[in-house]
């Protein structure tokens, strides 16, 4: 399934997704406050909390209030599990949820030997009892249709 009707209606995706862990962290390296002004200057932050509660972030290249992201939406209808399309061996993409947090790193799109590299990474670790899920017609429409009803409600409350 490829996700091109994803992002002609500018539902974003790859957004740079920080844990509860590092939003609560006090920043004391230089650089990490430097990159963060950055990011915050110039990038959609975007604030959820995960199954515990805790803030988590990210930061999207999309600035429009009108969408959510796209792992969100997975996220919201479809809870944890680790979501991928591998179709193209240039541009697959996988998405990991746990605990109702995205996983930094993921909500992108990578070749086949960083796809395989992630795969081996999920199944070996913290993550291996999350569920594959491979991104159907199915998928992108349930979250084209919640895009849908929320950008109603944002009409309506404006």
Known sequence: MNLE???????ATEVIWISSENVAKKMTNTKERSWRRVVDKHYKRIEYLNEDKKTCSGYSAITSS????FALYIRNIYGDGIYYTNQDTNKNYILA???GEVIEGTDIYVNSAL???HRQFFLSDDYSSLTWICLTAAHIDEVLEANT?????IKKKK
């Open 149 to 153: 009803l929320h950008k109603q409600k």
């Open 115 to 117: 796809f395989e590299k």
């Open 66 to 69: 009108v969408s959510q992201p």
């Open 97 to 99: 949820i746990s605990n």
């Open 5 to 11: 009707q994803i992002e002609e209606e500018e539902i």
